[in-house]
């Protein structure tokens, strides 16, 4: 069973719940990032969630979280979910009426991992020049 952590609380997967009268959600009103877990090791923590932090301001999202509670539910979510190798979702949601109650999940993924060979001979790619929209 995985668990999610919603606000500092540790939930069941699918005790999570969003609520769909929520207009935050329709509004894209949020932001996140995403932080790699591996060998139980968070990587870079505390970039993750000041720069979460830093977009979160950028779009007006005020919210009641400090940067120690949230790298408190980093850790919580690792250990909770006995993670060796992982992705963390971190996703901050605005309150769109009041700006007051903002929601904060963090849920875990698996962590994909390409052959050995990718990594010594290479691979081949396509690229393509584009920005996502609010980059920032």
Do not use: C
């Amino acid at each position: 069973m995985k668990f999610i952590v919603f606000n500092g609380k540790t939930l069941k997967e699918d005790e999570a719940n969003i609520p769909i009268i929520d207009k935050a959600y329709f509004f894209d009103f949020a932001v996140y990032t995403s932080i790699k877990v591996v060998k139980g090791k968070i990587f870079f923590p505390k970039y993750h969630v000041d720069r979460l932090f830093e977009s979160a301001k950028i779009i007006g999202l005020n919210h009641q979280f400090s940067r120690e509670e949230v790298l408190e539910w980093l850790k919580l979510t690792v250990e909770k979910n006995k993670l060796q190798n992982a992705l963390l979702r971190v996703i901050l949601i605005g309150d769109a009426d009041e700006n007051k109650n903002a929601k904060l999940y963090i849920i875990p993924f698996g962590l994909t991992f390409y052959p050995e060979r990718f990594y010594k001979r290479g691979v081949k790619v396509i690229t393509f020049f584009g920005e996502r929209f609010l980059p920032n």
